[in-house]
């Protein structure tokens, strides 16, 4: 019984794990890639390869500062992209293109825009503005 169970638990982790990654690919598809490129390996010159980068990979709450502030040329997407979005895009970022990061969740994204006190996302279709 203990070992269906658990294989159980496992089997939906795996469901869910496998459902953030896809909707992490989709964020960044269509709010990254134009800029990052697809391969993650941006544009030199112009925007950051994130495949590989140290940055992407080091303290999750790095990148999420990012995405929910902007820095430099990066714009803030706080507005734009949920905690649960966020979330998963940072996760597909921090774990492709041979990175290998841990991933972030909701809560921490959420924690993390209150102590910015960043933008709260508005649930609105995305502007061209990025």
């Known amino acids: ?13 795996a469901m869910s794990a496998t459902a953030a990654e896809a909707d992490g690919k989709a964020v960044f598809q269509k709010s990254c890639a ?11 010159g112009a925007f950051p390869a994130l495949a590989g980068n140290a940055f992407v990979q080091g303290p ?11 820095r430099g040329g990066m714009p ?3 507005a734009s992209l949920s905690d649960a979005d966020i979330a998963a ?3 597909y970022v921090r774990s492709s293109w041979g990175n ?9 994204v959420a924690t993390l825009r209150a102590e910015l ?11 061209n503005k990025h």
């Open 76 to 78: 803030d997407f706080s």
């Open 1 to 13: 019984m203990k070992c269906i169970a658990a294989t159980l638990a496992f089997a939906v982790f």
């Open 60 to 70: 999750a709450q790095d990148p999420a500062t990012v995405l929910l502030k902007g």
């Open 34 to 44: 134009a800029c990052h490129q697809a391969s993650g390996k941006g544009i030199p």
């Open 100 to 108: 290998g990061a841990a991933a972030l969740t909701e809560q921490q």
């Open 89 to 91: 895009v940072l996760t």
């Open 117 to 127: 006190k960043a933008t709260q996302f508005a649930a609105r279709q995305l502007s």
